[in-house]
């Protein structure tokens, strides 16, 4: 993968963004999204945002190496403290990190008093806090993306600021992968699904089919053949 040739999770992230944007893109490593997006005249300018210096090197050298850094600036920031006023930055993109971390992110960003018009995240585990996160601080979430990379599901969420009322099913599977119902979509959770097989095997040989824990797991296989059905 290179700025040329983006990775599939990387380029349905790309599909995304908004054309003219000003991106920040946050925890960048090679920068190859902005740099790709730079390169397609898609955005108008990129602040590259990352918290250690070795990534951020990585990606001071991609953007040079294709003469990009008249319409871009790379800084050593933690998170969205890369982004400045002045950039009129409208369009942020997370990708690549635990929902965890991108919800930590956005919530320092809104302690700072930052808002953006567009926001595209793809956590690599953990989706449904950044969707609980998105629910219960003014932004809805517009439109959703599932792709598989290797043997890895990668979800893709678009945000913008409004008010929306999310379900526990919304935000646990995604209140657009659910009704697109994707092959990819299926995949994902078949394979959670014979991921929670192999635990019902190891608490029924430990005897614990009665347990709270049991139970619990026995939920969530339902839930999810129901969804999937």
Same mark, same amino acid.
């Given at each position: 993968?290179?700025?040329?040739?983006?990775?599939?999770?990387?380029?349905?992230?790309? &599909?995304?963004?908004?054309?003219?944007?000003? +991106?920040?893109? %946050?925890?960048?490593?090679?920068?190859?999204?902005?740099?790709?997006? +730079?390169?397609?005249?898609?955005?108008?300018?990129?602040?590259?945002?990352?918290?250690?210096?070795?990534?951020?090197?990585?990606?001071?050298?991609?953007?040079?190496?294709?003469? +990009?850094?008249?319409?871009?600036?790379?800084?050593?920031?933690?998170?969205?403290?890369?982004?400045?006023?002045?950039?009129?930055?409208?369009?942020?993109?997370?990708?690549?990190?635990?929902?965890?971390? %991108? !919800?930590?992110?956005?919530?320092?960003?809104?302690?700072?008093?930052?808002?953006? &018009?567009?926001?595209?995240?793809?956590?690599?585990?953990?989706?449904?806090?950044?969707?609980?996160?998105?629910?219960?601080?003014?932004?809805?979430?517009?439109?959703?993306? %599932?792709?598989?990379?290797?043997?890895?599901?990668?979800?893709?969420?678009?945000?913008?600021?409004?008010?929306?009322?999310?379900?526990?099913?919304?935000?646990?599977?995604?209140?657009?992968?659910?009704?697109?119902?994707?092959?990819?979509?299926?995949?994902?959770?078949?394979?959670?699904?014979?991921?929670?097989?192999?635990?019902?095997?190891?608490?029924?040989?430990?005897?614990?089919?009665?347990?709270?824990?049991?139970?619990?797991?026995?939920?969530?296989?339902?839930? %999810?053949?129901?969804?999937? !059905?």
């Amino acid at each position: 993968m290179d700025s040329t040739h983006l990775s599939t999770r990387l380029s349905a992230v790309a &599909e995304f963004v908004p054309l003219g944007a000003r +991106l920040a893109d %946050i925890g960048s490593d090679h920068a190859y999204l902005p740099a790709n997006l +730079l390169r397609n005249h898609k955005i108008t300018y990129a602040v590259v945002g990352e918290v250690a210096k070795g990534p951020l090197d990585n990606a001071a050298h991609e953007l040079r190496k294709h003469d +990009l850094l008249a319409t871009s600036s790379v800084r050593l920031a933690d998170g969205l403290a890369a982004v400045k006023n002045t950039d009129a930055i409208d369009t942020i993109t997370i990708a690549g990190m635990g929902g965890i971390l %991108i !919800s930590d992110i956005l919530a320092a960003g809104t302690q700072r008093g930052q808002s953006f &018009e567009t926001l595209i995240l793809q956590p690599n585990t953990d989706e449904s806090v950044v969707r609980r996160w998105l629910n219960t601080h003014n932004y809805v979430i517009t439109d959703e993306e %599932i792709v598989q990379e290797d043997n890895h599901f990668y979800e893709i969420i678009l945000a913008k600021p409004g008010n929306q009322i999310l379900s526990e099913i919304d935000i646990a599977f995604g209140p657009y992968l659910r009704i697109k119902k994707t092959s990819v979509f299926v995949a994902k959770w078949q394979k959670e699904r014979d991921r929670i097989m192999l635990i019902f095997k190891n608490l029924e040989s430990a005897g614990k089919t009665n347990t709270e824990n049991y139970k619990n797991w026995q939920a969530w296989y339902n839930q %999810i053949n129901e969804v999937i !059905s």
